[in-house]
């Protein structure tokens, strides 16, 4: 799942990792070591194409460790990253550890490769301020749009392809309202290439309550009923929705 500081949160787990000596561990036996080009590829594609300069010490370090094989950068973390264009490499780095986050999250076993998403409670204040003069009801906030789309473009970017040119513009958008229990639900959609975003948006007196579900890489639509969108409206909103 991811939150507003979802690629920071890669980039410095990633950087403890590979800092920690103490924490080293050799390759699985019998696998083939990563080459340097291949340390280098799942590194940047780890923490969403950070540019790093050739010689940039602390970089050449990562490399130096990772052609070694410890600190869990083996073949298996490498295959697990790039099984797929939008692989979570950070579910990659807790499997190569042995670590099942659904099990401290049960959420997270309802995501498919590609699924994102999240929450935030907002303020009538904020969200005036982050809106000004559209409606929430109808369209996304540029911050929370930005976020998702940036990942995107760095992801495509980290695997040495370029992000399709839509200048962030959906090719489609909708809005809907659902009632449920005798409460209203915003529904807004916007589909851009190569990723679609859905917000669920309750209000009450004090001010809302969004949950962001996007996927990556699918042209199947987002169905909030079902899957990891369903679990977070479960988790946050405590409603099950289904759209007419």
Not at 30 to 52: M, Q
Not at 214 to 230: L, M, W
Request: charged share 25%.
């Amino acid at each position: 799942m991811r939150c507003p500081f979802a690629a920071l949160g890669v980039f410095f787990f990633f950087l403890v990792t590979l800092s920690l000596r103490a924490a080293e561990s050799p390759a699985v036996a019998g696998s083939t070591p990563l080459t340097a080009d291949e340390c280098s590829r799942v590194i940047r594609r780890s923490i969403y194409n950070v540019n790093f300069k050739s010689d940039d010490p602390m970089f050449l370090g990562w490399i130096k460790s990772c052609v070694a094989g410890t600190d869990h950068n083996t073949r298996r973390l490498y295959n697990c990253v790039f099984a797929a264009t939008y692989s979570d490499s950070l579910d990659c780095a807790y499997k190569e550890r042995g670590v099942d986050r659904s099990k401290t999250d049960p959420v997270l076993a309802a995501r498919v490769v590609g699924d994102t998403g999240g929450f935030e409670g907002q303020v009538w204040s904020m969200t005036k301020a982050v809106y000004k003069d559209t409606d929430p009801h109808r369209v996304f906030d540029p911050y929370t749009r930005e976020r998702y789309l940036s990942e995107r473009d760095n992801i495509l970017r980290s695997l040495g392809r370029t992000p399709p040119v839509d200048g962030h513009v959906p090719m489609r958008s909708q809005h809907s309202e659902v009632k449920a229990g005798g409460t209203s639900y915003w529904i807004v959609r916007e589909d851009y290439t190569d990723l679609q975003l859905v917000k669920i948006i309750h209000d009450d007196k004090n001010g809302s309550d969004v949950v962001t579900c996007g996927r990556y890489g699918s042209r199947n639509p987002v169905d909030i009923s079902k899957g990891y969108c369903a679990a977070l409206l479960e988790k946050f909103l405590h409603v099950a929705l289904i759209e007419s």
